[in-house]
């Protein structure tokens, strides 16, 4: 079955970086569509970053110049690079999978907490 599994995740100071890696398994990597998503206490899930089969990416305004998502079909893996973190930035980040016909798979989420 389809399995996606975060990590990465942790406690950075504001203004540091993180790379959350997302590992996929149970379906046909290279033609899905991946995304990550992120969860803030109180808040609706919203789209951080995805990327195309193709390797065509699409940002939040919020992340826009300090993320950097990528993939490498080879592993069946995702990436997100954050960099110049804020504290806003702290969430639980959920790695998705999207089907060609639009069915969506959820990893259990990996949190990012930032301090001063």
């Known amino acids: 079955q389809v399995q996606l599994v975060e990590s990465g995740g942790g406690l950075v100071q504001f203004g540091g970086s993180l790379r959350l890696s997302c590992a996929a398994s149970?379906?046909?990597?290279?033609?899905?569509?991946m995304a990550w998503y992120r969860q803030a206490p109180g808040k609706e899930r919203e789209l951080v970053a995805q990327?195309?089969?193709?390797?065509?990416?699409n940002y939040a305004d919020s992340v826009k110049g300090r993320f950097t998502i990528s993939r490498d079909d080879a592993k069946n893996m995702v990436y997100l690079q954050m960099n110049s973190l804020k504290p806003e930035d702290t969430a639980v980040y959920y790695c998705?999978?999207?089907?060609?016909?639009?069915?969506?798979?959820w990893g259990q989420g990996t949190q990012v907490s930032t301090s001063s």
């Open positions: 990327i195309s089969s193709a390797g065509g990416t």
């Open positions: 998705l999978a999207q089907s060609p016909t639009l069915r969506r798979y």
């Open positions: 149970g379906f046909t990597f290279s033609s899905y569509a």
